[in-house]
């Protein structure tokens, strides 16, 4: 789903995990520019959306944050 909608590359694994972006509806703004993502943490903005720390945070990406659903 994210991979149609935003046109990004998300391998086949990974899909299921991201697509629970859009279907559960973390609210978020960010503005996409010249093919840079930019919030209020990213200023200088960033290549793609999952680079954003919301996202990041979202997915349990971070370092130190486990995977939503895990202990």
Do not use: K
Not at 10 to 23: G, K, L, Y
Not at 41 to 70: C, I, K, M, Y
């Amino acid at each position: 789903m994210l991979a149609r909608l935003f046109a990004v590359d998300i391998p086949e694994p990974d899909r299921e995990r991201h697509d629970a972006i859009v279907v559960n509806e973390p609210n978020h703004c960010w503005i996409l520019y010249r093919g840079r993502h930019f919030d209020c943490e990213h200023p200088g903005g960033v290549d793609s959306l999952f680079d954003l720390n919301f996202f990041r945070r979202w997915l349990g990406l971070l370092e130190g944050e486990q995977a939503q659903g895990t202990c």
